[in-house]
């Protein structure tokens, strides 16, 4: 097979059910991976570098690539805006990268609308107790604050439902590798791999014309 | 995640693309897989066992099972029926195994048609050379039916397209590797785990009017 596009993966999941710790994981020990970057209005942090943790862009670039449909798409939190822009991810699958998306819900759904061969996977706690746990565990959240992400938690499952894959995550670098074989195996889809096919194809159809 | 039922596998491919020596290679070295069971009407050749190679009916009895809908797929090859008994095939994916059914294009995408959640893999040569070196090798046919065979391939490539995914057999073991890879990823799709999903969302819920 020649090199092929890498699969654009949308990852989401409940906060505390670990997506950092297994992104880490697999970034620091797999090959070919890339993040997604972001655009975004909002001010940079101190360290943060522009087209590495964002695209730092002004209220009016912003509207002006919702406009011209550079993102596949984009959120408003807090009073600024989030999206994601089109021509990165692009370049980045074309040079062969699996591209990760870290995203919530209703961003994943829209990329799939616009993109369906993007590859939906959330992220599960073995149980609910164990997100709990997880939360609890950090002690930095009050018991009310746990409650609320516990509940939101309860309100996202529901999307999940509509994802491609789940995956458990109950040790962060196991998780990884699953990971990690669930987005090789996209390779191998049959629509990535249409031009191979068709060589093949026409190479059968020149030898056996040849033949005659 | 609870034990889930089995992915109902349907593989296909050009004569000589080395399907049997992968398929033996998969069994031998993984758990958990189990041959779909044909029912035809032609009668058993010498050491062919009911119910292991193939089911023996009658016509008549295999013409009241097209009419009941028991069968998944059927084909009439010189003059003999053959087609897949669908109740063979869901007490083995109940019980857990991924159920492998070997058939060609036509079949599989009648199956597909039946059963949305099958997972089509076509398998092909590294190129449409090998499979003439392939075809050539094994010293036993004319180069007439070798060209008709690799005609055959050709019409039938465009088929491939239509499937969820190929996997190319360059070397037969590790062929069976990946397709053990390929087919233990269909595990983790979000339909294949709704039952889980819905238990951590009501668990969820529990956890969070309890803490009310």
């Known amino acids: 097979m020649t090199k092929s596009r890498g699969s654009l993966i949308v990852l989401s999941g409940f906060a505390g059910v670990g997506k950092g710790t297994v992104l880490k ?8 991976y890339a993040y997604s970057v972001s655009a975004t209005t909002r001010d940079p942090r101190p360290g943060e570098v522009d087209g590495v943790h964002y695209f730092f862009v002004t209220k009016e670039r912003f509207e002006e690539m919702i406009a011209k449909e550079e993102l596949l798409e984009h959120a408003c ?14 370049k980045k699958l074309e ?3 699996d591209v990760i998306l870290e995203i919530e819900v209703q961003g994943a759904l829209a990329i799939k609308e616009k993109v369906p061969e993007a590859v939906l996977i959330y992220m599960l706690p073995p149980s609910a107790e164990a997100l ?4 609890t565990g950090r002690g930095t959240e009050t018991e009310e604050v746990i409650m609320k992400r ?16 789940i995956i458990v995550n109950d040790d962060a670098d196991e998780c990884a590798l699953e990971l990690n074989t669930l987005i090789r195996a996209q390779r191998l889809r049959a629509k990535s ?20």
Do not use: M, W
């Not at 994981?25 to 070919?32: C, I, R, V």
């Not at 030898?207 to 005659?212: A, C, F, L, P, V």
């Open 25 to 32: 994981s697999l970034f620091e020990t797999k090959e070919g």
């Open 77 to 90: 939190y807090v009073g600024n805006y989030y999206g994601t822009p089109k021509a990165y991810v692009d």
């Open 95 to 97: 040079e062969g990268f």
């Open 132 to 135: 709990k746990d997880r939360l």
């Open 150 to 165: 516990l509940k939101r938690a309860c309100e996202e499952a529901k999307g999940a439902e509509q994802y491609d894959y």
């Open 193 to 212: 791999n249409l031009p191979f096919i068709r060589k093949i194809r026409n190479d059968l159809k020149h030898i056996t014309e040849e033949g005659e």
